[in-house]
């Protein structure tokens, strides 16, 4: 049974950095067949998808075009896990933030992280 | 790609029969999931591939559709059926979701 667990803290200022990590136990993150994302929800914005990493021979990366030019996920396959980085954030990015696995084919995320609240506040 | 979802709330009775839309603006072949989320929890997957039930989930739901358009139904809805349901495209990058319809009680 896969089961993802998540970490970081619950609040971080303005112009800081967001760091998250997703624990992988049941699975692997070097998974040649399952990728790793970050989703987020909040009121105002519903579920957004931030972006994810894979392996297919190689690394890759995806990210939401929104975030783009202040994300970065990283994956660590000695403790198989997986991180979220968001630079310079601000209240909107205040919200719950979820890891979840991409299933073989690509056709869902059938297994999610419990959910970490961020608030950005000073 | 937008994904509309109809109704945005729904009021029904145990035992109803109940269906929701889910709208692509753009063709995502059948790469469209259901999934299910209660308060405080993270999504649960219902549906994958338009029309595939998801280990576990309860024969009473069932999902259709192909293209652009695809429903949801939900056969003698229980009591731990009342929830708010979302529908994800995984067809193209990024991998947006509706905004959701919540199953309340009648």
């Known amino acids: 049974q896969v089961q993802l667990q998540q970490s970081g803290p619950g609040l971080v200022k303005p112009s800081q950095t967001l760091s998250l990590t997703c624990a992988i136990s049941?699975?692997?993150?070097?998974?040649?067949?399952?990728?790793w994302n970050w989703i987020r929800q909040s009121p105002s914005r519903g579920l957004e998808w931030l972006g994810r990493?894979?392996?297919?021979?190689?690394?890759?990366?995806d990210y939401a075009v929104s975030v783009k030019s202040r994300i970065t996920i990283t994956p660590d396959t000695p403790k198989d896990q997986f991180s979220l980085q968001l630079n310079s954030v601000t209240p909107e990015d205040t919200a719950v933030y979820y890891c979840?696995?991409?299933?073989?084919?690509?056709?869902?995320?059938?297994?999610w992280g419990q959910g970490t609240l961020v608030t950005v506040s000073s | 790609i937008q994904l509309t979802q109809s109704p945005s709330f729904l009021s029904a009775s145990v035992g109803d029969r109940v269906t929701i839309t889910c709208r692509a603006s753009q063709g995502i072949n059948s790469y469209l999931a259901w999934y299910q989320q209660k308060p405080g929890k993270a999504p649960k997957l219902l549906i994958y591939a338009a029309s595939t039930l998801q280990s576990g989930v309860p024969s009473r739901f069932s999902g259709s559709g192909s293209g652009t358009e695809f429903t949801l139904t939900i056969t003698s809805l229980q009591p731990e059926d009342f929830a708010t349901y979302y529908c994800q495209q995984l067809n193209t990058n990024p991998f947006t979701f509706g905004p959701g319809t919540k199953v309340d009680i009648k």
């Open positions: 990493t894979y392996y297919r021979s190689k690394w890759f990366n």
């Open positions: 049941g699975d692997t993150v070097s998974s040649i067949s399952a990728a």
């Open positions: 979840a696995r991409e299933g073989s084919g690509g056709w869902s995320f059938d297994y």
